[in-house]
């Protein structure tokens, strides 16, 4: 188990620490801005494979919270984010500097070896495996319809995966809107975190279903955790 700062070093640098570490604090800055992001205090972590995140994506705020997440724990990570954010200038510049990948059908094949190269080089990954935005109406269980690209790559480069669920992401920025909302941190982002997965067979539509099926129960949990207080 790790806690604040305590994986740092655990896996192979990227070459992007620094901007990456940038990046976290204005992340946090933002967050202060419109929410405040609740992590666990420990974290379970592979140490003897390779690692890739996958979190729910529900909202442009999870991008932030992603960064929030791993920079707790020290973990650099390489995530996979949608070519079209790359053709901004100014968004596409930030995501290079950071080392994130470009996916887009067109060249899923190269995005996908770029990330098991990272993987079996002893770097992290992460990547959203809903592979878009999905909104509460489209939702079952918390999360949309897992692809099979995570078990892909997973499973070429022998990584564990890490599933994460972020519960209220998409009230603190909701889809549609150009800009989060800002409220001062008075509204909260619930992240919950599972135990690692392996992947043991090559059925990439099931392992993606095991998957999102863990990160929709880590959503939810988070969602019940509002019921409970109210």
């Known amino acids: 188990m790790f806690g604040r700062g305590e994986a740092k070093g655990l896996f192979a640098d990227t070459g992007f620490e620094k901007r990456y570490a940038v990046s976290v604090g204005g992340s946090r800055v933002v967050s202060r801005l419109c929410s405040r992001v609740e992590l666990p205090d420990k974290i379970e972590l592979p140490t003897d494979r390779p690692l890739m995140i996958a979190a729910n994506h529900s909202s442009l705020f999870d991008l932030p919270a992603c960064l929030i997440l791993l920079g707790n724990y020290g973990l650099t990570t390489r995530i996979g984010v949608n070519a079209r954010f790359f053709r901004n200038p100014l968004a596409g510049a930030f995501f290079r500097n950071i080392g994130c990948v470009p996916f887009s059908k067109d060249d899923r094949e190269a995005a996908e070896a770029a990330m098991v190269e990272a993987l079996i080089a002893g770097q992290t990954t992460g990547i959203m495996p809903e592979g878009r935005i999905t909104r509460r109406a489209d939702q079952h269980n918390g999360v949309g319809q ?15 995966v890490l599933p994460v669920g972020f519960a209220f992401s998409d009230e603190v920025w909701k889809p549609g809107t150009p800009l989060p909302k800002p409220r001062f941190g008075r509204h909260r ?42």
């Open 189 to 230: 982002v619930v992240a919950n975190i599972g135990s690692p997965l392996w992947f043991d067979s090559d059925d990439h539509i099931a392992n993606a279903n095991r998957l999102i099926e863990e990160i929709g129960r880590l959503v939810m949990t988070g969602r019940s955790s509002r019921e409970l207080e109210g």
């Open 146 to 160: 897992g692809r099979p690209g995570v078990s892909r790559i997973a499973r070429a480069a022998g990584a564990a």
